[in-house]
């Protein structure tokens, strides 16, 4: 059986993206050449963004079991179990293109799809997170660029009604003409309930829920993301995706309520590649087949073509499976929300797709070929040229500061270490009741109502770090948000990963990817955390210039008493502050050689894993024997701009601190050096011995550095600088640089 | 006494409401936008969020819900309303308070944990708090900035049906304790026979201490003082002057 | 029938997004701008002939599309 | 002198607030609005010539007034 529909050209195939090989070797699988719109159909699903076709063998090397892992990578997001019958289910992705093109528009859509790919397994949304990369503040687009993301992430996550807990914003000249807008979801499901997108029971309606469909986003996410951008990217342009924040909530709301029954066998939202993906991969899932009447699905505009309908991206979509009898239940739930809900079709048993429109066959395709047919890329891989030179780096060649005191109100002052607070107080971070605590401190922490339990939320990359050494880069997104997922009184459950590279048609993008893939594994092996679900985000360059590579990781930490939450700042004078951890001559990379030195160069802070582990298991415990009262990690800065953030990022007024300087190596590398697996902690002087016990059970270094006390922070000879001063230089900078 | 929590579509705090009510002690029941009893209920709190998205202008869709038309009549009858922050807009614009709320003076959303000054005692909503009492509450919205005509002002406050002013942690009305340009820095107002209350701030987001402390209890805690002394509300307290 | 409604903000209610427009025009340049109101424009399609569609027009307009305390309206039908 | 900016969503792009207002005015018996879109009305005065105003207003819009992606302009000076 074949479709009325004349077959294309080897021109249109080239038009959607398809190679000379793809497309024969499509025309091969279904053993005749496509119509048009099957053509459509198979470019999103082959495009790279469906098919990860040049990641796939890559990822392969990820761990993604282990004993608490109830879905791992390959759904719609990861599932572990938390304990009480209940389960964590979440997922990163990102909206890189549609970001750029229109930021309110693309990072709220961003916002809108990876909570759809939450609660479509019966998880409901408790928190938000999101992972941000800008161009230079002196870009002319940089501006207008975060403002539209951030009101546009604030604008979906606040009408939607859930919180915005966390994230990360780092501004680098690499990306002026690519921006990075990742987001994250976390949802909280019973074990037991967790709903998935395998597709079963021949008979069974196909069923259209949320929103009507229009011609947003044809080749949006699909091919947007698998192109680069250059001076056409204006023609390329598709039909901005608007999202509806208030249509979404009624979804979130009649899915979950749907899901309390048991008519559904099976749900997926429509997503990138819409109404084609949804279908073929549930379909496809589950080894069956699907008949689709086009004629029924809810559309937007009368006259719409089956192509865009199929390809359409329009938000606030729904396709699920039913129990062949409990149409009439679906449709009742639905309508009680005020949403469209229409049957447009059946599982079939014959391993197809077959669609239909005005009474004419319009594609009727193998689905195998489609969800598993395209090619699998080994793309050729080799480090970049200017590497090596890259990360020579002659400490002899760098000043030290005449003022310690002022380099470190500059520190405080860059926009990659100031304050965030005028980023995250657009985002409401209270909805729920869950906030325990909220941004502004290392890690996020929600409480799991009903249970003494709390799950705590970070998110990481340092691109400089993967520029310079992608291995180590890699690593360093992993331990960091371990670390500071640790430093919020929980131990480290699982990571979710999204990788954001330029072309994998580069052999130097290529080696990024493949050495930031291995950093990922060393690291989640050694820290013993699955990676149960991410994303990978090619192509993003502009003009031929490859964004850094970012490897965005955030990882997930259950408390097992929310009693045990931790944040990072000071409590009370007289309280002994202590450093987990050695700090060694290490400046490559560094925020301080950067913003200080204008240097991009050198080998990024090296990380012994097993070191990382015991600083992170001595820091836990101690937490867990309630001696802790602030816990830091050394990020961005180091151990000054560490200790400041401890002084000066509480909600009430600034503490100082005295603290000794034992610098056996370079000041200025003692003070802003990134030495990894460094926690400053603060505890009551009675409680000192005790934390040297544990620190010298674990063989960990334990320094204490001084005392929190006065108005002043004051480091050895070299900083005597007034909270107040610090305060100003770090709370404001951020907000200044955007009204400037 | 038994307090009823609206559920418009779009909604976002309802559940949080019923939650801080749980966790004060105080029983509640869900209404629905589409429902129009109040399932004898003795205080209605129209909770925070965006009904229907807030498209057009904050709260203006809701207000034609079903159960708002028995909203109406209950306050009519002297019934207790406490509208909270989107609820507030939907009183506004309901008409069952004067005044309206815009977009705020920076134009964009806020969260934040902001200070507020309880102006009045005599009042259902705040007989639980001492005069001038200095709360932290948590604010978190875009349209939130308070305006009326002068006349409307001057009457207000000749009533004394402002109930919550901004102000800084040392209890002072200033300029940079404003968060959203509220004219008159009012947080919160009452109606005539004090029997409706609408704020901007959250204070089912401050009863408990683990999350956003406890300064907020103070206004459901009031409630159920003024009901278990069993005086109608319609009668608690009438301003002079009126 | 199409019909065009203005709601515009009433005069002395405070219109923070107009002086932000007009501090941005400025700030492009545009220091000819002054007295920025932002307001809105609503494009509907109604039925019923002239003079029937202008009553529900000004109803629709009292009970929904303009908050009096702060708004004017003002519209027209037919094109 | 005086002029008028109307900004409205181009054509085929989603409306959720036109969506919404329909809805209502449905739900309070005005079934006889269709295809309700929601835009923005700007009015401000604008010095020199009509013209030379015209020029610049047009910039204005492309510049600030009107996001191009998603909207399309129209201006009246004069009054
Ligand atoms: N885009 C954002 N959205 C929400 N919160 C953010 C964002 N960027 C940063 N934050 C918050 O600001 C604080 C500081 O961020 P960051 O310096 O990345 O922390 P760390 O260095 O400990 O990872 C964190 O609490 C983080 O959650
Ligand atoms: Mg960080």
Same mark, same amino acid.
């Given at each position: ?10 021109? !249109? ?385 760098? !000043? ?15 926009? =990659? ?94 080696? !990024? ?102 600083? !992170? ?124 | ?157 000749? =009533? ?24 008159? =820095? ?8 004090? =029997? ?47 | ?79």
């Amino acid at each position: 059986m074949t479709t009325s529909l004349p077959p294309v050209t080897e021109a !249109q195939a080239a038009e959607h993206g398809l190679t000379p090989d793809e497309f024969r070797r499509f025309c091969d699988a279904i053993g005749r050449v496509p119509n048009l719109v099957e053509l459509g159909v198979c470019s999103v699903m082959w495009s790279e963004h469906c098919s990860y076709k040049s990641s796939r063998a890559v990822l392969r090397g990820l761990p993604t079991s282990g004993p608490r892992v109830l879905q791992g990578p390959g759904e719609n997001a990861g599932a572990i179990a938390i304990g009480d019958g209940l389960a964590v289910v979440f997922k990163i992705e990102s909206h890189n293109h549609p970001s750029y093109i229109e930021p309110y528009q693309g990072a709220a859509t961003g916002v809108g799809g990876i909570l759809r790919d939450v609660f479509t397994m019966n998880a409901r949304p408790i928190a938000n997170l999101n992972s941000l990369r800008f161009g230079s503040f002196d870009h002319p687009r940089t501006r207008y660029l975060v403002g539209g993301v951030v009101s546009g992430i604030g604008g979906y996550g606040n009408c939607v009604g859930v919180p915005t807990v966390g994230g990360e914003i780092y501004f680098d000249k690499g990306y002026n003409g690519n921006i990075l807008v990742n987001a994250f979801t976390l949802g909280v499901a019973r074990a037991d309930r967790i709903f998935r997108a395998k597709a079963a029971g021949v008979g069974n309606p196909v069923i259209y829920v949320g929103s009507k469909t229009g011609r947003d986003g044809i080749h949006g996410a699909s091919l947007l993301a698998s192109a680069e951008f250059d001076d056409t990217t204006e023609e390329k342009r598709p039909t901005v995706q608007v999202g509806d924040p208030f249509t979404e909530k009624l979804l979130i709301e009649a899915c979950l309520e749907l899901m309390e029954q048991d008519s559904v066998v099976a749900i997926q939202d429509m997503g990138a590649a819409g109404l084609t993906s949804s279908s073929v991969e549930m379909a496809a899932r589950g080894g069956l087949g699907i008949a689709i009447d086009l004629d029924q699905v809810p559309k937007r505009e009368a006259k719409i073509t089956p192509y865009e309908i199929l390809l359409s991206e329009s938000q606030e979509r729904m396709l699920i499976v039913a129990r062949a009898g409990c149409e009439q239940q679906v449709m009742d739930i639905f309508t009680k929300w005020d949403l469209d809900a229409a049957v447009i079709g059946r599982l079939t048993d014959d391993g197809r797709m077959r669609v239909s429109a005005g009474g004419q066959v319009v594609v009727d395709l193998p689905l195998e070929p489609l969800a598993h047919g395209a090619p699998v890329y080994e793309r050729p891989f080799a480090p970049p040229a200017n590497l090596e030179e890259l990360q020579r780096l002659d400490l002899g060649q760098v !000043q030290l500061p005449g003022d310690y005191g002022q380099a470190l109100l500059r520190l405080l002052a860059t926009p =990659n270490i100031a304050s965030k607070r005028w980023v995250f107080r657009q985002y409401d971070s209270l909805v729920g009741s869950n906030t325990v605590v909220g941004p502004g401190s290392d890690a996020a922490v929600l409480r799991i109502k009903g249970t003494p339990r709390a799950v705590a939320l970070s998110v990481d990359c340092n691109s400089r770090y993967c520029e310079l050494d992608p291995y180590v880069g890699a690593m360093t997104a992993v331990v960091e948000s371990a670390r500071n997922v640790v430093c919020g009184g929980a131990e480290p459950l699982g990571v979710t990963d999204c990788l954001n590279f330029g072309n994998p048609e580069k052999p130097e993008v290529m080696w !990024q990817f493949r050495e930031a893939v291995r950093g990922l594994r060393d690291a989640c092996n050694a820290l013993g955390v699955p990676v149960v679900s991410g994303n990978v985000s090619f192509y993003n360059e502009t003009d031929g210039r490859s964004i850094p590579p970012t490897p965005t990781v955030a990882m997930v930490g259950l408390l097992a008493d929310v009693a045990h939450h931790t944040t990072q700042w000071f409590k009370s004078e007289g309280d002994v502050v202590v450093l987990l951890g050695r700090t060694r001559e290490e400046l490559g990379g560094s925020e301080y050689l950067a913003s200080l030195h204008d240097m991009v160069r050198g080998t990024p802070p090296w990380i012994d894993l097993s070191v990382e582990m015991q600083v !992170q298991q001595v820091c836990l415990q101690a937490i867990r024997e309630g001696i802790v009262r602030s816990a830091h990690d050394c990020a961005e800065g180091g151990l000054a701009v560490a200790l400041a953030e401890a002084c000066i990022a509480g909600p009430h007024e600034p503490l100082g601190a005295e603290v000794e300087l034992e610098a056996d190596i370079r000041p200025d590398a003692w003070l802003f050096g990134e030495s990894q697996s460094r926690i400053v902690l603060s505890v009551r002087k009675k409680h000192v011995n005790r934390l040297r016990e544990l620190a010298r059970g674990a063989d960990v270094p334990c320094t204490v550095l001084g005392e929190v006390r006065g108005r002043r922070l004051r480091i050895g000879s070299l900083i005597d600088v007034s909270t107040t001063d610090l305060r100003a230089a770090w709370a404001n900078a951020l907000a200044q640089r955007m009204e400037e | 006494m038994r307090w009823g929590v609206v559920t418009f579509p779009g909604s976002l705090d309802d559940a949080d409401a019923r939650h801080a009510l749980d966790a004060l002690g105080e029983p509640s029941v869900a209404l629905w936008h589409k429902d129009r009893s109040l399932h004898g209920v003795d205080c209605v709190v129209l909770p925070g969020g965006f009904s229907y998205g807030d498209y057009l202008r904050a709260g203006a869709l809701a207000r034609f819900s079903p159960v708002m038309e028995s909203v109406v009549r209950f306050a009519a009858d002297g019934g207790l309303v406490f509208g909270i922050c989107n609820g507030f807009q939907v009183l506004c614009e309901s008409g069952l308070l004067p005044g309206a709320l815009i977009r705020n003076r920076n134009l964009s959303f806020i969260c934040a944990t902001v200070h507020c000054r309880v102006e009045e005692t005599d009042t259902p909503f705040t007989s639980a708090y001492s005069q001038a009492a200095v709360l932290a509450l948590p604010i978190k919205h875009g349209e939130g900035c308070y305006v009326a005509d002068p006349a409307t002002l001057q009457g207000l406050e000749d =009533n004394r049906q402002v109930l919550l002013r901004y102000v800084d942690a040392a209890g002072r009305a200033t300029e940079d304790a404003n968060p959203n340009g509220s004219l008159r =820095n009012i947080a919160g107002i009452t109606n005539p026979t004090r =029997n409706v209350f609408g704020l901007m701030p959250h204070p089912e987001h401050a009863v408990e201490a683990l999350c956003g402390g406890v300064d907020g209890a103070g206004f459901f805690r009031s409630v159920r003082l003024t009901l278990s002394e069993g005086l109608p509300a319609r009668t608690a307290s009438v301003p002079p002057g009126l | 029938m199409r019909a065009k409604v203005y709601v515009t903000l009433k005069a002395g209610v405070l219109d923070p997004a107009g002086k932000a427009i007009e501090r941005a025009l400025h700030s492009l340049g545009f220091d000819e701008a002054h007295d920025v109101r932002l307001g809105k424009y609503i494009e509907l399609r109604v039925e019923g002939d002239a003079t029937q569609a202008a009553n529900r027009l000004d109803d629709m307009c009292r009970k929904l599309l303009a908050n009096g305390v702060i708004e004017d309206y003002r519209f027209e039908v037919g094109d």
